[in-house]
């Protein structure tokens, strides 16, 4: 759901090479049901092609995956034995900030 990075692109303002990043649109991946609706090819050599298609048809993912509802628990940080919380932000661009990160 977050991508697959593919290949870098090289740009000449950039100090370093930018990640190309192959991603569903955020409304094809709002909802599990519209996820198990997405259509892949399947990797069956047996299986009958498609009318005007020459390759393998494209199975839905709900045919080829289980959905698990499971609850995960959360972090919790400590920094001298205390409880804190992270604030993580980019201070930097293309223009610098003037606050300085510690």
């Known amino acids: ?3 697959q990075s593919i290949d870098l692109v090289n740009k000449p303002r950039e100090k370093e090479d930018v990640d ?3 991603q569903l649109p955020r409304s094809a991946r709002t909802t599990p049901e519209e ?4 259509r892949v090819r399947s990797g069956d050599a047996n299986a009958l092609p498609e009318p005007g298609s020459s390759s393998a048809p494209l199975v ?18 400590h920094k001298n034995l205390m409880p804190v919380t992270y604030v993580i932000g980019d201070v930097a661009g293309v223009v ?3 606050v300085y990160a510690s």
Not at 35 to 38: F, I, S, T, W
Not at 63 to 69: F, I, Q
């Open 1 to 3: 759901m977050s991508g």
């Open 20 to 22: 190309l990043l192959l």
């Open 35 to 38: 996820l198990l609706a997405l």
């Open 60 to 77: 839905p993912l709900r045919e080829l995956v289980t959905l698990e509802r499971t609850l995960t628990d959360k972090s919790i940080y």
């Open 96 to 98: 610098e900030s003037p």
